[in-house]
């Protein structure tokens, strides 16, 4: 999968623009949230096994702001691009965003990550791509390539079609690590990291 992520990260690195341009084309609606960490993360978890809580969506539209996200939402519902306000440049008289774009089939999700840039460029750099697959409309497998020359696999486990565990694989220059972790749902998500002892270490919250 790796080499298949730099096959894509390769034709899509100079593609902003164009990228850009089919997201608007298909969107239809849009949906905000709000939050030091975005509330939507393509990989399921992602924030939460990090230790960071997700922000949150709003019910209403709303406008840019500092740490304001906005999704473009497809005919069916979605999500096609996301933008994240990170801060306003007086002198430019522009915000400074990062964009997100997915592209769906029934078998898998492609995100091309973009780094920070004013909101009107048309030149930006491509950051990482993102692939997760599907079976029977659920996430099963994650894959991530980062520009730094960075590699995650995750797999994901399900009872009660509902994640009980997380399996990683991450390959950063000079360093593999693998870490498991356990979901559980009370009132809240719980997740634990599954140590090699067999004992757990609470993550999140």
């Not at 980062?146 to 997380?166: G, K, L, W």
């Amino acid at each position: 999968m790796k080499d298949y992520l730099e096959k894509l990260f390769e034709e899509h690195k100079n593609q902003f623009a164009i990228l850009k341009e089919e997201a608007n084309k298909v969107a239809v609606t849009e949906k905000w949230g709000y939050g030091v960490i975005p509330p939507f993360s393509l990989l399921p978890f992602y924030s939460e096994i990090l230790g960071n809580k997700p922000g949150r969506f709003l019910k209403k539209k709303s406008l840019p702001g500092k740490n304001k996200c906005c999704y473009l939402l497809d005919a069916e519902d979605r999500i096609v691009n996301s933008i994240e306000y990170a801060k306003f440049s007086e002198f430019n008289n522009q915000w400074i965003v990062y964009n997100k774009f997915y592209f769906h089939d029934s078998e898998s999700i492609i995100e091309y990550s973009f780094g920070s840039a004013l909101e009107n460029d048309t030149v930006v750099n491509l950051d990482s791509v993102k692939l997760v697959q599907l079976s029977e409309g659920r996430i099963t497998k994650g894959y991530t390539l980062i520009i730094s020359d960075a590699y995650e696999e995750y797999e994901y486990h399900y009872e009660d079609d509902r994640i009980n565990f997380i399996e990683t694989k991450i390959w950063w220059p000079e360093t593999y690590l693998e870490r498991n972790y356990k979901v559980t749902y009370n009132d809240n998500v719980l997740i634990e990291e599954v140590l090699n002892n067999g004992e757990t270490l609470k993550i999140f919250p």
